[in-house]
Nanobody, 120 residues
Framework: QVQLVESGGGLVQPGGSLRLSCAVS????????MGWYRQAPGKKRELVAV???????NYGDSVKGRFIISRDNAENTVYLQMNSLKPEDTAVYYC??????????????WGQGTQVTVSS
């Protein structure tokens, strides 16, 4: 079994910053793409940022220049530094990881989600 545990969400004022963390644990052979998605009430889940095992990154248009994704491969952990937060960033943020639990088994996994609220 593979588990993703997120932390770091909360309430922040507009213009503020938050840092999310997501640790992957369990039966891990290799972790490939790791990323963050978010879902606001009444909206579809959308890409925030992803990071490949080769350190390539990709960001959703709405967060480019404000958010930074990074990862610690030794700890199987991915981070999302969120700066210049706006009320429209309010959403549940989900961690996603593409994990091989053995040489022959590979699947995508989701975390439980962490709430980020940007409000004055």
């Amino acid at each position: 079994q593979v588990q993703l545990v997120e932390s770091g969400g909360g309430l922040v004022q507009p213009g503020g910053s938050l840092r999310l963390s997501c640790a992957v644990s369990g039966s891990i052979f290799s972790v490939h793409v790791m990323g963050w998605y978010r879902q606001a009430p009444g909206k579809k889940r959308e890409l925030v940022a992803v990071s490949t095992s080769g350190d390539s990154t990709n960001y959703g248009d709405s967060v480019k220049g404000r958010f930074i994704i990074s990862r610690d491969n030794a700890e199987n952990t991915v981070y999302l530094q969120m700066n210049s937060l706006k009320p429209e960033d309010t959403a549940v943020y989900y961690c996603n990881a593409d994990v091989s639990s053995s040489r022959y088994n590979r699947a995508g996994y989701w975390g439980q989600g962490t709430q980020v609220t940007v409000s004055s």
